[in-house]
């Protein structure tokens, strides 16, 4: 289920997750709305532990959100001039986050560091803004 956050709670929520090591099951709440109209494609989890999500904003590609196993690296892309951003999350603790908040599109921001090999992480990915809100998919698997 798709569920609508603050940038802040987005962060919040990851470091629960991470922390708690749980799985993620939640409505929306009382945030921000986000966007409407919002749809994840969610690729497979590949053997080398990396996944894909794109996002589209009313049936148009908006970007993506990839974490890459090879390299441990967090990469948010924002391809559409919408005025929204694009947040890639990954539940380390602290969260890892990759966003292009308050860039202009296209923009891609990537970020990296070494993990232990061969652990699980909780992947997501958010569209928005501050004053919408964000729209964030599912929790998926990753691993390092």
Same mark, same amino acid.
């Given at each position: 289920m798709k569920i609508? +956050?603050?940038?802040? !709670?987005?962060? &919040?929520?990851?470091t629960a997750v991470a922390t708690a090591g749980l799985v993620l099951s939640i409505g929306a709440?009382?945030?921000a709305a986000g966007p409407s109209g919002v749809r994840f494609d969610v690729g497979?989890? +590949?053997?080398?532990? !990396?996944?894909? &999500?794109d996002i589209y904003l009313?049936?148009?590609y908006a970007g993506y959100g990839k974490w890459t196993a090879n390299g441990d690296t967090l990469t948010a892309h924002d391809s559409a001039a919408d005025g929204y951003g694009i947040g890639a999350y990954l539940g380390t603790n602290p969260v890892r986050e990759a966003g292009t908040f308050g860039k202009s599109a296209p923009f891609t921001?990537?970020?990296g560091g070494d993990l232990g090999e061969d652990k699980n992480y909780n992947f997501w990915v958010c569209i928005g803004s501050n004053s919408a809100g964000l729209t964030c998919s599912d929790v998926y698997s990753v691993t390092s």
């Open positions: 609508s +956050l603050g940038r802040k !709670s987005a962060h &919040i929520l990851g709440g009382t945030a497979p989890k +590949l053997s080398d532990g !990396s996944r894909e &999500i009313n049936n148009k921001k990537n970020v």
